[in-house]
């Protein structure tokens, strides 16, 4: 069986001139359109496609890639708004759709909102809901200290981010702990710091204890081989200008120079920091 609203790789069955026809399984066959079927196929070959509906309700295939599939979370713009719901730029010829109940606030053309793809177990039909809350948070929260995780921006507030994570979970980082602008709908790594006893998640966007100071030790060696051995930042130096330099915090830095010095790797120098020979 296809799964509707996500990648499939199917079999053509049928080359015809409007596109190719793909098994779907128990006897359904899928049409993909001729624009989408790739170079040079024929028919016992595999394609892989997404499966959703057309506008007028039938199970189509296409090579396009979506902005996000069902069971993904997603910063879109609203394209159009009728009686029906918003309409989102969904990335392909057909736009998302977001009822009117499946919206926080009523959704405005030209605004751009975190949604999460779903189907609808009513119509089988992909739509899309801004209330969120309804499907983060719905299984244990199993992670191990240090693990690294796919984090989706989602929000700011007075402490910190919250953040996506795993598609699964939220989570927040921080403000402390965050050395640049992070924007809405940002996709980037983090690693796990805590999980709380009520479940909630605590996140850092670098690595945890030795991994986090092992990484940036190898950032500063290979700046100093690129700088001719020298460069003129130091344990007093301005965190602005450590961060610009190296993504870390002044603590993380300084953790890390005392690394490579204990190692023999480096000099300390009143003005900066120097490459052993």
Request: glycine share 8%.
């Amino acid at each position: 069986m296809v799964e509707i609203g996500k990648y499939n790789t199917l079999k053509i069955v049928k080359d015809l001139d409007f596109g190719v026809y793909l098994d779907g399984g128990n006897g359904l066959e899928i049409l993909l359109p001729a624009r989408y079927v790739p170079k040079n196929v024929k028919p016992g070959d595999d394609v892989e496609v997404f499966i959703y509906h057309d506008n007028e309700g039938r199970i189509i295939a296409t090579t396009a890639k979506p902005f996000a599939i069902v069971g993904e979370f997603k910063y879109m713009e609203v394209k159009s708004v009728n009686n029906t719901g918003a309409f989102l730029n969904w990335g392909i010829m057909k736009d998302l759709l977001v009822p009117f109940k499946e919206q926080k606030m009523p959704m405005q053309e030209g605004k751009w909102y975190l949604v999460y793809v779903r189907l609808d177990h009513v119509t089988g039909r992909i739509m899309a809901s801004a209330r969120i809350e309804k499907f983060l948070n719905n299984t244990p929260p199993l992670y191990e200290y240090n693990q690294e995780v796919d984090l989706l921006i989602a929000d700011e507030t007075d402490i910190g981010y919250k953040v996506i994570i795993n598609n699964l979970h939220g989570g927040l980082v921080y403000h402390n702990e965050v050395f640049r602008r992070l924007e809405k709908g940002e996709h980037l790594k983090g690693y796990i710091k805590e999980v709380r006893d009520d479940e909630k998640i605590d996140v850092s966007l670098r690595p945890l204890g030795y991994k986090k100071v092992e990484g940036i030790t190898d950032v500063i060696l290979e700046a100093l081989k690129v700088q001719g051995g020298y460069i003129p930042v130091h344990d007093k130096s301005d965190p602005d200008v450590i961060y610009s330099l190296f993504r870390c915090s002044k603590k993380a830095f300084k953790q890390a120079i005392g690394a490579l010095y204990k190692q023999h790797l480096i000099t300390l120098e009143k003005d900066g920091i120097r490459l052993k020979e």
